[in-house]
């Protein structure tokens, strides 16, 4: 180590330390599952239905024989991200943080279903860039009102009453994707919102195509 200069060890504000490279990488992992590890980023408001299809499309993966894990941002901030708000700063790292852990979990060779409101474009565009071309952004374009009529934790009608500060799409910005790969809306024709089970069918469908279900 003597004949190594320091900075050739910093990442960050860590020094001194090096990569390390392991005997299976990720193509010898993806074959024995017989799937590509890819992260599948659901963006949208509170009540959107981000948790629902995830975990729907996860359910209906397995029964295909395909192993998925949802990485929620309610559940998350109970443990790994417990001690982040929802100020600016506090989403940023959230969202950084969870980038990095569904990269760890697809490069593992896991469909990776990540459900954040991450409501800022940046934050999603550098995860993009971090991950690389087996991000695929989920976009639930579900107006405010609907989602405001759900309200299935009464999380909107609180802040309406002040109750909460800073609620996406009452009083915090909501930057809405522009290139998402997949986007989930009412149909343009009658109005009608397809259910979670038929959401699930189109997602895997995009990801039968572009050959992440098998390796
Ligand atoms: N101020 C404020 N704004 C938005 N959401 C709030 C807020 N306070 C609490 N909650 C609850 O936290 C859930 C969102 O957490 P996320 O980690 O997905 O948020 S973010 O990506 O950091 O913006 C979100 O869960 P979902 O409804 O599942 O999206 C809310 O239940
Ligand atoms: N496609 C859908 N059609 C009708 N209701 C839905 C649909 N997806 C979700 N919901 C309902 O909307 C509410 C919010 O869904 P949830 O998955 O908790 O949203 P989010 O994770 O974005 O906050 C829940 O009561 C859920 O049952």
């Known amino acids: 180590m003597s004949d190594v200069t320091v900075d050739a060890y910093k990442v960050g504000e860590s020094t ?13 992992r993806e074959r024995a599952l017989g799937q590509r590890g890819c992260v599948l980023w659901f963006t949208g408001l509170s009540g959107s239905g981000k948790s629902t299809v995830a ?5 209906e993966l397995f029964k295909r024989g395909k192993i998925a ?23 940023e790292e959230n969202i950084r943080r969870i980038g990095e852990v569904s990269k760890l ?17 940046r ?6 860039e971090r991950v690389g071309d087996r991000f695929v952004e989920v976009y639930m374009k579900i107006p405010l009102s609907v989602c405001e009529d759900r309200d299935p934790k009464g999380l909107y009608k609180a802040a309406r009453a002040g109750k909460i500060k800073g609620f996406t799409g009452i009083d915090d910005p909501y930057e809405e ?3 998402a790969e997949i986007e989930m809306e009412v149909a343009k024709e009658d ?10 069918e189109k997602i895997i469908e995009y990801l039968d195509k572009k050959g992440f279900l098998k390796a």
């Open 55 to 59: 975990y729907t499309l996860e359910h």
């Open 16 to 28: 001194n330390i090096k990569w390390h490279e392991g005997a299976v990488d990720r193509e010898t």
């Open 123 to 128: 934050d999603r565009l550098r995860v993009r």
């Open 191 to 200: 109005g009608v919102l397809a259910p979670p089970r038929e959401m699930a």
């Open 177 to 179: 994707p522009e290139n």
């Open 105 to 121: 979990y697809a490069d593992s060779g896991m469909i990776t279903l990540v459900s954040f409101i991450s409501p800022y474009k």
């Open 69 to 91: 894990q949802v990485l929620d941002g309610d559940n998350i901030r109970h443990g790994l991200n417990s001690n982040l708000g929802f100020t600016a700063e506090d989403r």
